[in-house]
């Protein structure tokens, strides 16, 4: 998909004055933050459960190697095939080989972030093969040529009069009177419509939300039901999934699930949880007769070792960008990318290049929500601090920024010219404040004073006030 | 015969912030006050400039190092230092330790300097056992929650605390006051126009609260909220927390009214 990050603040701009979407965005503090809340405090042993999950994921990284080659063996074990894709394009051309081997004209869909991290779906219809969304927030953001702005709630930034207008302009051939005015109506249309996607598709590809090394089992959670009518219908099950999903056992992932819809959507469970290991066996009374694991890298294993690597414990919850305030000023299209939110502004860089992204570790007021949110404690705005640290140390902030942090530093590692600095800095303001106490404009504050008054200091400071005031 | 100090005072070494130095001298004197009261001998380093957070969080560690080596030769020799500021008092003592990991000469010297650090409030609250104040002022006031301290240092009850003591003082709860004024630092003069639509959310909660006048802990987050206030012409009148725990609001209001 085409990356924008670089152009994250016309983005942002454009995102601001959206009316429709501020209107969408409203959504996301009642659906999710209410929710979340009372979730979390109906679980006393929440935070120690946050711990425990912090620790299974920092132990399976510390021995990553070890857990994706049992995992494949128990894959290899139930019959089924593991493919480990370095790169997007790899992972592109191993999934399309597989499609058409089978021979497949339509693919249906689950939700998966990483297939639109490597952009799947484009490949597909670029070589004939017509791709099915079957999550409903997929499905409508496929309608209209969109990208998820959510890591879990993909049409987040869509009220519900955009939906019923795209759903009666494509779904033309039903009655056009009939009723959409409902969230359920709507839903029930997609499922009338998706129906017959699932009979017809020759391959089901899903992502995947862990992996157990112990079992070889794929899993996902999911709300609507689509993802298991994709991985079964179809001839082929493809799953595609990242290689820091993994998790050692059952257990871990007993323990990691009492975390995950709780943070996410404020549910105990998700509607659906489901387990797959391996292609129908005899006996079985379904199931797909292949399946594929596509183990994709794609940068992670480098961030291994690094400054970065606890981004990798990540569940994609997406707890930190709901309670962020930018998020929720701007919604996810403005980043730019796939990865939205605090968690992409520290994952984002690490995939596609801080050079390309260098605005959204910049973009957060280090408020801390995010962190004190996230199920499996990653130290998020730590992250994007190292971020600034790396942009820093390439010199890719703007010059003006750079120099004028410089000349600040100069003086501020000087006390006594930093005292004379400030006196007369407030002298000046405070003259130019006037009896108002504030100034409505200020050279080199536009973008302060575009939106808000300065408030103007008195005509001293305090240490010389207070140089004055102790002085014998 | 009257014995003045049964105990030897601690010594505190006020470390102002930059901004409380610049922009509102007021804040400093009441943070004196506050502390005097609350039986400390309070000391003002005339070494001190700013804690480095602008470097710091810019990705300039080498600077926000050595202001940090500043800071510390300034204040290590008090039995604490206190800083009206959770967001700065966040810096010293959280993140400088971090600054000089790995330095046998700086790295103990850093850590020992960061767990005499505290927030004014929290100071007062928790460390001299302050329950009241004696100030009095009729008004109705809400209290916003600094991301900073509220978060990194789990200031939240202490300024509520205190604040209800204040004869004759309301103080209603702001509908999402642990949620960022969009101040950021650094974040609101890079980022304006989304600080700005974060601002905004913040000033109409305010407007909501009924308060005629809103309180916090930190000064940028302040001078942002205020700032926005009075380009929207409102009527409530912005102080720190600190100003009204000492009973000195006779200085107009931050930002004018």
Same mark, same amino acid.
């Given at each position: 998909?085409?990356?924008?990050s670089?152009?994250?603040?016309?983005?942002?701009r454009?995102?601001?004055?959206?009316?429709?979407?501020?209107?969408?965005?409203?959504?996301?503090?009642?659906?999710?933050?209410? %929710?979340?809340? %009372?979730?979390v405090d109906?679980?006393?042993e929440?935070?120690?459960?946050? /711990?425990?999950?912090r /620790?299974? %994921?920092?132990?399976t990284l510390?021995?990553l190697?070890?857990?994706l080659?049992?995992?494949?063996?128990?894959?290899?074990?139930?019959?089924?095939?593991?493919? @480990?894709?370095?790169?997007?394009?790899?992972?592109?051309?191993?999934?399309?080989?597989?499609?058409?081997?089978?021979?497949?004209?339509?693919?249906?869909?689950?939700?998966?972030m990483?297939?639109?991290?490597?952009?799947?779906n484009?490949?597909?219809?670029?070589n004939?093969?017509?791709?099915?969304?079957? /999550?409903?927030?997929?499905?409508i953001?496929?309608?209209?040529g969109?990208?998820?702005?959510?890591?879990?709630?993909?049409a987040?930034h869509?009220?519900?009069d955009q939906?019923e207008?795209?759903f009666r302009?494509?779904?033309?051939?039903?009655?056009?009177g009939?009723e959409l005015?409902?969230?359920q109506?709507?839903?029930?249309?997609?499922?009338?419509?998706l129906?017959p996607a699932?009979?017809?598709?020759d391959?089901?590809?899903?992502g995947?939300?862990?992996?157990?090394a112990?079992?070889g089992?794929?899993?996902?959670?999911?709300?609507e039901?689509?993802?298991?009518?994709t991985?079964?219908?179809?001839k082929v099950?493809v799953?595609?999934?990242s290689i820091?999903?993994?998790v050692p056992?059952?257990?871990d992932l007993?323990?990691?699930?009492?975390?995950?819809?709780r943070?996410?959507?404020?549910?105990?469970?998700s509607?659906?949880?489901?387990?797959?290991?391996?292609?129908?066996?005899?006996g079985?009374p379904?199931?797909?007769?292949?399946?594929?694991v596509?183990?994709?890298?794609n940068?992670?294993?480098? !961030?291994l070792?690094?400054e970065?690597?606890? !981004?990798?414990r990540?569940?994609?919850?997406?707890?930190? !960008?709901?309670h962020?305030?930018?998020y929720?000023?701007?919604?996810?299209?403005a980043?730019?990318?796939?990865?939205?939110?605090p !968690?992409?502004?520290?994952?984002?860089?690490?995939?596609?290049g801080v050079?390309?992204a260098?605005?959204?570790?910049?973009?957060?007021?280090f408020?801390?929500?995010c962190e004190?949110?996230?199920?499996?404690?990653i130290?998020?705005? %730590?992250m994007m601090?190292h971020?600034?640290?790396?942009e820093?140390?390439?010199?890719?902030?703007?010059p003006?920024q750079?120099y004028?942090?410089k000349? @600040?530093a100069?003086?501020?590692r000087?006390?006594?010219?930093y005292r004379?600095a400030?006196a007369?800095?407030?002298?000046?303001?405070?003259t130019?404040?006037?009896?108002k106490?504030r100034?409505?404009?200020?050279?080199?504050a536009?973008g302060w004073?575009r939106?808000?008054d300065?408030?103007?200091?008195?005509?001293?400071?305090?240490?010389?006030?207070w140089?004055?005031r102790?002085r014998? | 015969?009257?014995?003045?100090h049964?105990?030897?005072r601690p010594?505190?070494?006020?470390?102002?912030t930059?901004?409380?130095?610049?922009?509102?001298?007021?804040v400093?004197?009441?943070?004196?006050?506050?502390?005097?009261?609350?039986g400390?001998?309070?000391?003002?380093?005339m070494?001190?400039t700013?804690?480095?957070?602008?470097?710091?969080?810019?990705?300039?560690r080498a600077?926000?190092r050595?202001?940090a080596?500043?800071v510390?030769?300034a204040?290590?020799?008090f039995?604490h +230092?206190?800083?009206?500021?959770g967001?700065?008092?966040?810096?010293l003592k959280?993140?400088y330790?971090?600054?000089?990991?790995?330095d046998p000469e700086?790295?103990?010297r850093?850590?020992?300097?960061?767990?005499k650090?505290?927030?004014?409030?929290s100071?007062?609250?928790?460390?001299r056992?302050?329950d009241?104040?004696a100030?009095?002022?009729?008004?109705?006031?809400?209290y916003?929650d600094?991301?900073s301290g509220?978060?990194?240092?789990?200031i939240?009850?202490?300024?509520?605390?205190l604040?209800r003591?204040?004869e004759?003082?309301?103080?209603?709860?702001?509908?999402?006051?642990? +949620?960022?004024c969009?101040?950021g630092?650094?974040?609101?003069?890079?980022?304006?126009?989304?600080?700005?639509?974060i601002?905004e959310?913040?000033t109409?909660?305010?407007?909501?609260s009924g308060?005629?006048?809103l309180l916090?802990?930190?000064?940028?987050?302040?001078?942002?909220?205020?700032g926005?206030?009075?380009?929207?012409?409102?009527?409530v009148? +912005?102080?720190?927390?600190?100003?009204?725990?000492?009973g000195m609001?006779?200085?107009?209001?931050?930002?004018?009214?």
């Amino acid at each position: 998909m085409l990356i924008t990050s670089p152009s994250f603040k016309d983005n942002a701009r454009r995102a601001l004055g959206d009316d429709k979407l501020q209107q969408a965005l409203g959504n996301v503090q009642t659906g999710f933050i209410e %929710k979340r809340r %009372k979730a979390v405090d109906g679980l006393p042993e929440f935070e120690a459960l946050r /711990d425990s999950a912090r /620790d299974i %994921k920092n132990h399976t990284l510390a021995h990553l190697d070890l857990y994706l080659e049992a995992y494949e063996a128990k894959v290899k074990a139930a019959g089924g095939h593991v493919h @480990w894709a370095a790169t997007a394009e790899d992972a592109r051309k191993i999934v399309l080989d597989i499609c058409r081997a089978a021979g497949a004209r339509t693919v249906t869909k689950g939700k998966s972030m990483v297939s639109e991290e490597i952009g799947l779906n484009e490949h597909l219809e670029a070589n004939g093969i017509r791709p099915v969304e079957t /999550d409903l927030g997929e499905y409508i953001i496929q309608l209209r040529g969109e990208h998820p702005s959510h890591i879990i709630a993909p049409a987040v930034h869509l009220t519900r009069d955009q939906v019923e207008a795209d759903f009666r302009r494509v779904h033309d051939h039903l009655a056009p009177g009939r009723e959409l005015s409902e969230p359920q109506s709507i839903l029930g249309e997609a499922r009338r419509v998706l129906r017959p996607a699932y009979f017809e598709a020759d391959v089901g590809i899903t992502g995947a939300n862990f992996l157990i090394a112990e079992t070889g089992t794929s899993v996902i959670v999911t709300n609507e039901g689509n993802g298991d009518l994709t991985q079964t219908l179809g001839k082929v099950h493809v799953v595609v999934a990242s290689i820091e999903k993994v998790v050692p056992t059952l257990e871990d992932l007993s323990q990691i699930l009492r975390l995950l819809a709780r943070s996410a959507t404020g549910q105990e469970m998700s509607v659906y949880t489901t387990l797959s290991t391996g292609p129908r066996r005899p006996g079985d009374p379904d199931g797909p007769g292949e399946y594929h694991v596509v183990l994709l890298d794609n940068g992670r294993s480098a !961030m291994l070792g690094t400054e970065y690597q606890d !981004m990798l414990r990540c569940i994609r919850c997406a707890a930190c !960008m709901n309670h962020c305030p930018v998020y929720q000023a701007i919604g996810g299209h403005a980043y730019g990318w796939v990865y939205p939110g605090p !968690m992409g502004a520290v994952l984002t860089p690490s995939l596609i290049g801080v050079d390309k992204a260098g605005h959204l570790p910049n973009a957060s007021t280090f408020c801390g929500r995010c962190e004190a949110v996230c199920p499996v404690r990653i130290p998020l705005p %730590k992250m994007m601090r190292h971020w600034r640290e790396r942009e820093f140390e390439r010199g890719l902030n703007p010059p003006v920024q750079r120099y004028g942090l410089k000349a @600040w530093a100069f003086v501020a590692r000087r006390p006594r010219l930093y005292r004379r600095a400030a006196a007369i800095a407030a002298w000046g303001l405070a003259t130019l404040g006037g009896t108002k106490r504030r100034l409505a404009s200020l050279p080199l504050a536009g973008g302060w004073t575009r939106h808000r008054d300065l408030p103007a200091p008195e005509k001293s400071t305090f240490l010389q006030q207070w140089q004055a005031r102790t002085r014998p | 015969m009257h014995v003045e100090h049964a105990t030897p005072r601690p010594r505190v070494g006020l470390f102002v912030t930059c901004l409380v130095d610049l922009f509102r001298p007021g804040v400093g004197f009441a943070s004196v006050k506050l502390l005097e009261d609350a039986g400390c001998a309070v000391e003002v380093p005339m070494t001190q400039t700013c804690c480095g957070q602008p470097a710091y969080n810019s990705g300039d560690r080498a600077d926000a190092r050595v202001l940090a080596e500043q800071v510390i030769a300034a204040f290590e020799g008090f039995d604490h +230092v206190v800083a009206p500021s959770g967001s700065c008092a966040g810096m010293l003592k959280k993140h400088y330790p971090g600054l000089f990991r790995g330095d046998p000469e700086w790295e103990g010297r850093a850590e020992r300097f960061a767990a005499k650090v505290h927030e004014l409030v929290s100071f007062l609250a928790d460390i001299r056992g302050m329950d009241a104040v004696a100030a009095r002022q009729a008004a109705t006031v809400t209290y916003h929650d600094s991301c900073s301290g509220l978060r990194e240092l789990g200031i939240r009850d202490q300024p509520r605390r205190l604040l209800r003591s204040v004869e004759g003082l309301e103080l209603v709860e702001l509908a999402d006051a642990d +949620v960022c004024c969009g101040f950021g630092g650094t974040f609101c003069a890079k980022y304006p126009d989304i600080s700005n639509a974060i601002v905004e959310k913040k000033t109409a909660r305010i407007e909501e609260s009924g308060a005629g006048t809103l309180l916090a802990g930190d000064l940028g987050c302040l001078m942002n909220i205020a700032g926005k206030l009075r380009r929207q012409g409102s009527a409530v009148e +912005v102080r720190h927390v600190a100003e009204v725990l000492a009973g000195m609001t006779d200085t107009p209001p931050i930002g004018g009214r």
